[in-house]
């Protein structure tokens, strides 16, 4: 636990516990103009007056500035980082032309800030100051009288859709967004328009609701007969016989439908005829069939047909509307069982991007971690007590973990050229504390919060956090009564890790014969089991008060010894669990049974929840291996890489899970922010990312959060943890 004890070391001595900074220092140069001062400079480029006063000795503070004088700045112009775009240039250039027609006071409440007074106002923060010259040479503070502009209400444009060209729609059953916006040749942002009671948010849509939609073109007309040609020039030595082959047309309708090949006597090199297309029997548009795509900006052809491996004939007779032209936000749809460099969720094709080539250096995000560090409890005077304290207690071990981890991650967002502005502090695993903490903070001020890890407090910061729409990432397992949509729990929960294990069987299950050996704690886990497999047999478990197992003899007669037997062993006694394993590996490693005169059996032993129970010493590894034992996992064992060896430079020991961990949350979370400084965003297109021990698939559950989605399969063979699936 040396590394450890560096780490409480490190934060107590060095005060990280207040605030630290990853910085890839930029500089730039600032010609002073008249009539600016150090401090109006200072929010020009984003940084503090002192930070400017520590690269130019020459200027002193409080020191008039001069004209023309040229000062190094550590920052990049803010002006510089925003969109130069027409659009924002005349909203720019309204805003400077508006004038007011009156003006209201306001008073400066507690944790106000000058953002939430302009939202409140819908003015600029130029606005604002113009009017209370103070706020350039002070921050805000409470109490303080502000004098608010008001402004002419511009006239709305109302634009008068006509009624008779909409009409009602019923979701139906496995109906998206995505597939009803298809079939109705619209936009997701049109739909919206259509039905403002929809969540611009949140993608869920519910059987039976009810939406306006447009009318399809012709769609009233009654008993139409439509049928749509393509043009088509006759090549050499075409004949009727491959047009036919070629289009599945008769050579009689041909002539039908160009009366000019019976004039010109047969087909002719160069001819323009009218060929009718054929029409797709497409089903019914929904998940059962379909996968959907939505067109990004400035996408073309080539990059389309590459992206889905079809011609672009082929996406057309899919989706006729691109006979039109390929224009960003159209919904096109795609063969259910496409595969590609692309990730399908819910029925949604999303678009694989490199966050690493991704990077926006000019973001800078703030991340504040929250975490139980109990330096109360540790004496960091006598080293060989504070060991002994960081070793009795759970709760530090785990968030020294996850913050030396975390540490390393900041280092290599740095080597990438990107600044992190982290803060860090001990919440002491105390309710009462954390709400302390969190009253010191503008919460809104930061791009997320990792922890803390006690439920109480993660629920308590994620209330507070939700005022301000700042994500709270909970970097353990972590089950409450939250409602709110911006935690994001890292951490896969046990029925995701079910399934998955339930469907690597069911895909890999071939003729094996399937058993269930669990106990009555694990109910539940039996049940789903033989709900996906019904055949399955179940082996008896006889629980009594001092005792727990299974009867060979009546398990032996259940296993099969013609083709391979799958076992399930669900249980958390450790007890049941080293008895089973140990009389199904004397069934792996025999030969012939003299008691009932079969031959060897071929077992493999697989669990869906493998917990603490089947790591107990008393459990041959030796036994699991010969097994071939196979569980689901929120991680993966590490590898000797980069990370591993930053790690041991910088705190001289490897890593354990929890620092793993720590740096593949972390990193994730910055390399995300780095790309785009709104974790929600990102998380809506962004699919599944991997790091070294654990990899991550957020996807939002109605408005209780984003839920990590990913995990493993992990084997033991050979004595070796294996990744599998």
Known sequence: MRYIFNQVYLIGSFCLLVSCTAMSQKFDTHQVKSGETLESISKLYGVSTASILRYNKEIKEGQKLRSNTILVVPGKKIVEQTSKSTFNIAVQDSVKSRVPVGYTEHRVKKKETIFGITQ??????EELKKYNPKLYASSLQKKMDLRIPKYR????VEVVENQGDFEKYIVAEKETRWSIAHKYGITIERM????????????????????????IAGSTVKNQVTQLYTSYTVPAKMNFYRLEKEFGVKSDEIVRLNPEITEQGGLKEGMIIRIPEKKLEVGEINTDNYIFYEVKPKQNEFRLTRKFGMTWAELVVLNPDLKDGLKAGMVLKLPKNKVGDFEVRNALVLDKINLLDSINATVQPKVLFLLPFRLDKVNLADKTSAEKTINARRDMTVSLGLYSGALVAIDSMKSLGVSIDVKTLDNQLDLVKTKQLLQKEQLGNYSAVFGPLDILSLKETAVQASKFNVPVVAPVTAKSDLSLDNVFYSYTDEEVLWKHMLDYVETNHKEETLLVI????????KETILKRFPTAKVVVVKEEEKNIGINRDKLRALLSDKVPNWVFVESDNYKLIASVVSILNSFNNTAFDPILGKDKVSVRMFTTDMNSAFENNVISNTHLSNLKFTYPSVNRQVKNNSFVERYRERFGDDPNRYAVRGFDITYDLLLKLAYNNNLVDVSKFIGETEYNGNKFNYQRKGVTGYYNRASYILMIDDLRIETID
Do not use: F, Q, R, V
């Open 120 to 125: 409140m106002y819908n003015i600029t923060e």
């Open 153 to 156: 209400t511009p006239k709305a």
């Open 518 to 525: 669990a106990d009555e704690d694990n109910k539940k886990e």
């Open 192 to 215: 919206l328009e259509l039905n403002p009671g929809l969540s611009a948010a949140n993608n869920y849509l519910s059987e039976g609701y009810e939406l306006l939609m447009p009318k």
